[in-house]
């Protein structure tokens, strides 16, 4: 009977560090997958200090958006990139425009073979006075650079293709195959049935 109790902790343990992420990037999505990784972070770090042998157990951080506000996608980066605790980002259908940015944060990068990932340039919606709209122009365009730039550095995705895609103005859409050769996926899971 006890190694009953013992199963059903365990997995009731390890089904707390799944995060389902399906939906628009917002502020209540990233909240709740934020709450989740500092909640785990915490227990990990109690462990630790009770136990030095302690191994923490991957966060797994499933993704399917069309993506979002991007400062809320900084924010849900910002915690995965320092998360002592690992966390797997999986993808099992779009991963599109900011939730690329969050997906190749993930330490660990999953994806079925079914996966979708667009990589476009900045959305804006400007309404201001002209010169605001200079301002504000100045501002996007450090902050697409910024984004760019970290997925550069995560991924193999040459700058010259993601440049070429803004100057056109045309999403760049890649299948699991393609993502696994640019270095956006580390894996891509196998089929099992």
């Given at each position: 009977m006890s190694?009953?109790k013992?199963?059903?902790?365990?997995?009731?343990?390890?089904?707390?560090?799944d995060?389902?992420?399906?939906?628009?990037?917002?502020?209540?999505?990233?909240?709740e997958a934020?709450?989740?990784?500092?909640?785990?972070?915490?227990?990990?770090?109690?462990?630790?200090?009770?136990?030095?042998?302690?191994?923490?157990?991957?966060?797994?951080?499933y993704?399917?958006?069309?993506g979002?506000?991007?400062?809320?996608?900084?924010?849900?980066?910002?915690?995965?990139?320092t998360?002592r605790?690992?966390?797997?980002?999986?993808?099992?259908?779009?991963?599109?425009s900011?939730g690329?940015?969050?997906?190749v944060?993930?330490h660990?990068?999953?994806?079925?073979?079914?996966?979708?990932?667009?990589?476009?340039?900045?959305?804006?919606?400007?309404?201001?006075?002209?010169?605001?709209l200079?301002?504000?122009?100045?501002?996007?365009?450090r902050?697409?650079?910024?984004?760019?730039?970290y997925i550069?550095?995560?991924?193999?995705?040459?700058?010259?293709?993601?440049?070429?895609q803004?100057?056109?103005?045309?999403?760049?859409?890649?299948?699991?195959?393609?993502a696994?050769?640019?270095?956006?996926?580390?894996?891509?899971?196998?089929?099992?049935?």
């Amino acid at each position: 009977m006890s190694e009953q109790k013992t199963e059903n902790k365990n997995s009731a343990e390890s089904k707390k560090r799944d995060i389902i992420f399906i939906g628009n990037i917002n502020e209540k999505e990233v909240r709740e997958a934020v709450e989740k990784i500092i909640e785990i972070n915490t227990y990990d770090d109690k462990k630790s200090e009770e136990d030095e042998n302690y191994i923490r157990k991957p966060i797994n951080l499933y993704v399917h958006t069309s993506g979002g506000a991007v400062y809320d996608a900084n924010f849900l980066v910002g915690i995965i990139q320092t998360s002592r605790t690992p966390v797997h980002t999986y993808a099992g259908g779009k991963i599109m425009s900011a939730g690329i940015y969050i997906y190749v944060s993930g330490h660990k990068r999953f994806a079925t073979e079914m996966s979708t990932f667009m990589y476009h340039d900045m959305s804006v919606g400007l309404h201001n006075t002209i010169e605001g709209l200079k301002v504000n122009i100045r501002h996007y365009d450090r902050l697409r650079d910024r984004v760019d730039a970290y997925i550069i550095r995560r991924t193999n995705l040459p700058k010259r293709l993601m440049d070429n895609q803004n100057h056109i103005k045309e999403d760049l859409y890649l299948y699991a195959q393609e993502a696994l050769r640019y270095g956006i996926v580390h894996e891509i899971l196998p089929e099992l049935a």
